[in-house]
């Protein structure tokens, strides 16, 4: 059931040119995606830096260290250990692996779609949870290019708000769910590429009971590597 944490960061680091893994890889992440640049760069010898809210759960952070990364406790929320990854990737020529809102950690996680629908070839519904939008960017993107009928169904918790929130004309981070905070600016980022193609996907979220239809869930560039 983790097998989602390798996908997107493994396809990432792999693609790393020379230059870039010899520089090393940072990160930030709230759990999932820090083990997954972590145990992938250790697999291949590459250096990571995890960026990690200073509130992230204790098992998430001892599991990246325990794949060999380096753990940097940042106070505050996910902005805030984002914020410390993007001045240390200047500051020290780390290369970035971006958690949700890169064309290469998209198209890994849309290997999941494409599982599916091999194992699954009448598959007419898929529910895909979200956190920052790669899971479901590239599960989506994936299904609707071979199986363009399949609704595709983006689950989240009911005090969020936070899908409406990556829809133009709605703001990010007003969630009535504190824990969720972290996670507002996130799937803002992740459901807001911005496309170079005209293919729009269908994202139905149901808050508090109410079903909102989005038709700008797009995965930036993805068909080139899928």
Do not use: W
């Not at 830096?49 to 753990?71: D, F, L, N, Q």
């Amino acid at each position: 059931r983790q097998a989602f944490k390798l996908r997107g960061a493994y396809n990432k680091i792999r693609s790393l040119t020379p230059e870039e893994a010899a520089r090393g890889v940072i990160a930030c992440s709230a759990g999932n995606h820090a083990q997954g640049i972590a145990l992938s760069a250790s697999r291949l010898g590459i250096k990571a830096v995890i960026c990690m809210p200073a509130g992230a759960p204790i098992s998430k952070v001892e599991a990246t260290r325990g794949y060999g990364a380096e753990v940097v406790l940042v106070p505050g929320v996910y902005d805030d250990a984002a914020a410390e990854a993007e001045r240390l990737t200047k500051e020290q020529g780390y290369t970035f692996a971006h958690p949700f809102n890169d064309p290469l950690v998209i198209a890994g996680q849309g290997t999941i779609g494409l599982e599916i629908l091999e194992q699954l070839p009448d598959v007419e519904q898929i529910v895909v949870p979200i956190g920052g939008g790669g899971l479901i960017g590239g599960i989506a993107f994936a299904v609707k290019q071979l199986k363009p009928d399949c609704r595709i169904v983006g689950v989240q918790a009911a005090g969020g708000h936070l899908g409406r929130d990556a829809v133009p004309g709605h703001d990010a981070g007003h969630t009535g769910l504190k824990r969720c905070r972290d996670h507002a600016q996130a799937v803002t980022l992740g459901l807001r590429r911005s496309p170079h193609d005209d293919r729009a996907i269908q994202h139905e979220q149901r808050c508090t009971g109410i079903p909102v239809s989005y038709t700008h869930l797009r995965a930036h560039e993805t068909d080139q590597y899928l």
